[in-house]
């Protein structure tokens, strides 16, 4: 796709909570949670909402891109928990940012944590269509929410709070593309990471105590490790072909933030050199499908990102899939 990002933007909320505090208030030794996590810090909202951050990161895009908001005519929002059930996110996030009734289109896409991947290619499907000219995609997460502090607090205190945005445009010759995107899906982990109420699947009112015992997210670590260590390498090697790409040919990887040690495994375990990685789960934690916006909007305002220089993004979600995009800058 001749698509290319035109500006980045990210915003977290203005709470800081320091691992070390959420071991004080579970009553645990000082590290309990810090040595198995490998998170210290990460942002919670408390006055903030899920709309909240995803206007402000929107608006750095915006800014970032040089345009104004009334300049996008397609919205995407690509949330792995969405505001609500119905209706979508992004139309909410269209109004607040001052578009016009008409001006643009604005839909949800979910694939969890790889929802930023699936709705970028959807909006570069769309710009190459010629369905549209401009498009902003924004992943907004309220991941502290809904956390199993009580059996899994180990768990729990992977997540952070975030959003991110980007501005996507038709690029011109020389000023890069998408060499290439790709997802698998393994269907067999697809009860290792879930939320199971707030769709169809619990009545509320006929089956209120399964409705309240799935309210919470469940993750089965080693069920995700297994799939990943079993095909993700392989994974990495097809998208690699796909984009005509050798493995030393990547400047930089942009990964899905799980966890430092998922970061770590994942360098390891693909042989990039761990400082070609962006890595930031230990300062702001598992921020779902906003940390792969979220960790390029810091690569590219901290000057690892240049013209020319060839990017993977990388990640899993639950499901369970695996999703990348190698990205000519």
């Not at 990210?10 to 800081?16: F, K, Q």
């Not at 996590?37 to 909240?52: F, H, K, L, N, P």
């Not at 799980?258 to 990039?272: E, V």
């Not at 230990?282 to 909007?297: E, K, T, V, W, Y």
């Amino acid at each position: 796709m001749r698509i290319r990002i035109v500006g980045t933007g990210r915003a977290v909320p203005a709470e800081r909570l320091t691992t070390r505090t959420l071991e004080k208030r579970l009553g645990l030794g000082q590290g309990a949670l810090e040595t198995v996590t490998g998170v210290v810090q990460r942002y919670v909202c408390e006055a903030e909402s899920q709309i909240d951050l995803a206007c402000a990161a929107a608006r750095l895009a915006l800014e970032d891109a040089g345009l104004e908001a009334k300049a996008v005519d397609l919205i995407i929002g690509g949330c792995g928990v969405p505001y609500q059930p119905l209706p979508a996110t992004a139309p909410l996030v269209m109004q607040r940012l001052g578009l016009a009734d008409g001006s643009a289109a604005a839909f949800d896409v979910n694939s969890t944590c790889l929802g930023f991947l699936t709705a970028f290619e959807t909006a570069g499907r769309m710009i190459e269509a010629g369905q549209c000219e401009t498009a902003l995609v924004f992943s907004s997460e309220v991941a502290s929410r809904a956390l199993p502090w009580r059996d899994a607090p180990e768990v729990a205190a992977l997540f952070g709070d975030g959003a991110a945005a980007a501005v996507l445009r038709r690029a011109e010759p020389g000023e890069g593309r998408v060499a290439a995107s790709l997802m698998r899906t393994y269907p067999s982990g697809w009860e290792a990471c879930s939320i199971g109420s707030g769709g169809t699947r619990f009545d509320f009112h006929k089956e209120p105590e399964d409705f309240a015992r799935h309210a919470l997210f469940h993750m089965d670590g080693k069920e995700l490790f297994r799939l990943t260590s079993r095909h993700f390498n392989g994974f990495v090697a097809a998208l690699l072909e796909r984009a005509g790409w050798r493995h030393e040919d990547v400047d930089l990887v942009v990964p899905h933030q799980a966890s430092p040690f998922a970061l770590a495994h994942m360098a390891r375990q693909t042989g990039f050199a761990p400082e070609k990685l962006v890595d930031i789960a230990a300062r702001f934690g598992n921020q779902i499908a906003a940390s792969i916006p979220f960790a390029l909007d810091v690569a590219r305002r901290e000057g690892r990102v240049a013209p020319g220089m060839k990017l993977l993004f990388l990640g899993t979600s639950a499901g369970v899939s695996f999703g990348g995009m190698a990205i000519e800058a």
